[in-house]
């Protein structure tokens, strides 16, 4: 820490590089760290360029083929199996190995009534058993897709599996399994079958290579006739379907929620667009437009902001300019474009000498988004490490896990304050017809009162289970699990506001709202709410609605949102630009800006302004997905708010741009 303090030079070097897991840290620490302690400080320093250094340090200390993925073989993988062990093929969004399966069956003359499918689902089960129990009779290959879909019919499959013996089980019999990961496929399955992967190709180069290696381009009369404006849509088209799928790496920047689009997504979009072409004179763009990002693509989108992203990046291939300018290009760089038309054998060269990989500015992002990216897969990476603990210091069994854990469970006791008041905070802040906020106030006390509970029952709990007072159960051994890795435990999540943080973390938010309640209880109604402290915020803007449709006797159905920010420079923010009030791009290495404080004001719907502003989404947590809860509200997207910008607002859908009420750390 001294030596950081006293030569910050030094180490600056090391954080500004673009290969700080290759740059050599000072000579005192070089000389006597050892590649394990040099990851260490690394992970402190720059914590997403782990992934690289991870695997440096594998491939040095073991070899080449443990960072390396095998490629997809199913010949291999066949024939370490047996009529008595299952072929389970782990599903990647955008890879179907059925075409591969059935090719295989073909080569090994199981094809036809040797090979029997079946897609899991609701009423399947007892067709699926009938199946391989005819299969293992009569030595035929059965394959069972999607098992992912039929959890309830899980448990009947294990005990299936477990009853094959090479008694009861022809020589030639085999039971193929194809499913996504999911906590509830049987574990004895995994373990006792053969497990095969087939990732679907990476980066734009490979994936615009794949479409036109595929049906129906690959197809030798395809290009005959072919005019150059269907050639030049038709590139765009695949061009899109790679870009819809490599911005899933992206994470929730990337999309909200990770869509398995596919090549049938693009073959009946190729197809459809072809026919328009030959029926019409002019391209129907918006009739294209609409099947294929409402219909073939949309169908799959189930968040509105994904939806909306979705056709904006439609709207750069499906437009008069890519047919009539010669020099439209796919994104500022000019790196990608169409090319001129030519025979297939062109198309297929041009597409090879693509770059190899691809910065984010062809997805519309900012180069900040590979920090991003790197650091979530950082994350993951230790996630899933803590995961691989073994079960004895979980249960704090040992004597040092004890103490620790009591220290910890006293620490946070210790900060809790009492339960809020609610009799009290009644009498004080009463229901009201004009005062909708005291009605806010109490419920969000009430909320948190059971987070309280929950926290304070489990710990008591947890310290007298330590003491040997009370049974330590399954609830207290995950308990003890997640209090010693710095994780939320899952029995407080559930009964939480969505959070991301680590357990330090969430403990210091979690008093802040306390503290954010108490002093509105003790000091009034304050001018300035703080509105990512709020359990349900959706509760709090309702609120605000009703004060205000009841004191100018408007219906609150006529009422919407405006939104003002203090641009004031001593309080706002770098997110928007000191002068202008307008939205600028993020500086190199800064992720995330505070926002300055914003004024929403409950306004007629009539007189709100149309502007060319970002409608910009609001978040509780980075994870941006949710789920409605009960109320009909997301339990993750709280309201949308307008944001000025002086360049066109797709520049800022494509970038990903929200706000959060928190961040993960």
């Known amino acids: 820490k001294n030596h950081v303090s006293e030569n910050t030079g030094e180490w600056q070097k090391i954080y500004d590089s673009k290969e700080p897991q290759s740059f050599p840290l000072p000579k005192q620490f070089s000389n006597i760290l050892n590649d394990l302690q040099k990851m260490i400080i690394l992970r402190c320093l720059r914590p997403d360029k782990i ?37 389970i093929f782990v599903l ?97 399955i995994l373990q006792n079958g053969v497990k095969m992967t087939n990732e679907p190709p990476t980066g734009l180069r490979l994936n615009l290579l794949q479409s036109f290696l595929s049906d129906p381009i690959s197809d030798p009369s ?14 765009g088209v695949c061009f899109f379907h790679a870009l819809v ?22 073959r009946i979009s190729i197809r ?10 002019h391209v129907p763009f918006e009739a294209v437009s609409y099947l294929t990002g409402e219909c073939n693509y949309g169908g799959r989108v189930t968040d509105d902001w994904d939806r909306r992203l979705l056709l904006t990046m439609l709207d750069d291939f499906y437009n008069p300019d890519i047919i009539e300018n010669p020099r439209y290009t796919f994104s500022p760089s000019g790196n990608y474009y169409a090319p001129p038309k030519g025979t297939y054998e062109d198309y297929i060269e041009f597409i090879k000498n693509l770059p190899f990989s691809q910065q984010p500015e062809i997805f519309g992002l900012h180069e900040n988004v590979d920090i991003s990216k790197d650091l979530q897969q950082t994350k993951i990476l230790f996630e899933s490490l803590l995961l691989t603990q073994g079960g004895g210091t979980q249960g704090g069994s040992s004597g040092g896990g004890d103490s620790t854990l009591y220290e910890i469970a006293e620490d946070i006791l210790s900060k809790l304050p009492n339960d809020f008041d609610i009799e009290g905070s009644l009498i004080k802040y009463p229901v009201r017809y004009e005062e909708s906020m005291n009605t806010v106030l109490v419920q969000e006390m009430e909320r ?27 609830e207290l051994e995950a308990l003890c699990g997640s209090l010693l890795i710095g994780k939320v435990p899952e029995n407080w999540a559930k009964r939480s506001y969505p959070s991301l943080k680590p ?25 300035v709410f703080w509105l990512s402290g709020f359990y349900f915020t959706q509760a709090f803007l309702t609120g605000a609605m009703q004060n205000y449709a009841r004191k100018y006797t408007i219906p609150i159905d006529l009422l919407g949102y405006e939104f003002q920010f203090n641009t004031n420079p001593k309080i706002t923010a770098l997110l928007l630009s000191l002068t202008r009030g307008m939205l600028a791009e993020q500086y190199p290495k800064c992720l995330f800006d505070v926002m300055p404080i914003v ?15 970002y409608v910009c989404p609001l978040y509780k947590t980075s994870e941006r997905k949710g789920v409605l809860s009960t109320t009909g509200h997301s339990t993750n997207f709280v309201i949308a708010l307008t944001l000025n910008t002086d360049k066109p607002v797709q520049h800022w859908i494509k970038r990903g741009v929200a706000l959060l009420c928190q961040l993960d750390d």
């Open 503 to 527: 357990l330090g973390s969430y403990i210091l938010d979690f008093l802040e709202r306390l503290k954010f309640l108490q002093d509105w209880y003790e000091l009034g109604k304050p001018t």
């Open 92 to 188: 990647s969004p955008g890879a179907d190995p059925m075409s591969s399966l059935l090719k295989f069956a073909n080569d090994k003359k199981m094809a036809g009534n040797k090979f029997q499918s079946i897609s899991l689902g609701q009423g399947q089960g007892p067709i699926a058993t009938k199946m391989i129990q005819e299969g293992m009779e009569e030595g035929t290959w059965v394959c069972l897709q999607n098992c992912h879909l039929a959890v309830s019919w899980m448990p009947m499959l294990e005990k299936i599996c477990e009853e094959f013996s090479s008694e009861n089980c022809h020589p030639f019999f085999r039971l193929w399994l194809t499913s996504y990961p999911s906590p509830k496929f049987p574990v004895s």
């Open 599 to 613: 004024w929403i004001k409950p306004t007629a719907k009539s007189d709100i302004k149309k502007s060319n502003a």
């Open 448 to 474: 948190f009162n059971n987070l309280i509970r929950t926290i304070r029952i489990t710990l008591t709990n947890l310290k007298k289970a330590i003491k040997g007072l009370v049974v330590m159960d399954s």
């Open 245 to 266: 799928q490599e911005r899933r790496k992206f994470g929730p920047l990337g999309w909200n929620i990770p869509y398995g689009f596919n090549e049938s997504d693009l």
């Open 272 to 281: 459809q667009l072809q026919l328009f072409i030959n029926e019409y004179s």
């Open 222 to 235: 395809f290009f005959c006739g072919c005019p150059e404006k269907e050639l030049k849509l038709l590139f």
């Open 51 to 87: 992934g690289p250094a991870v695997t440096t340090f594998v491939t040095d200390k073991l070899g080449k083929k443990f960072v390396e993925p095998p490629p997809f073989d199913l010949t291999k993988s066949y024939l370490d199996s047996n009529s008595t062990i299952p072929l």
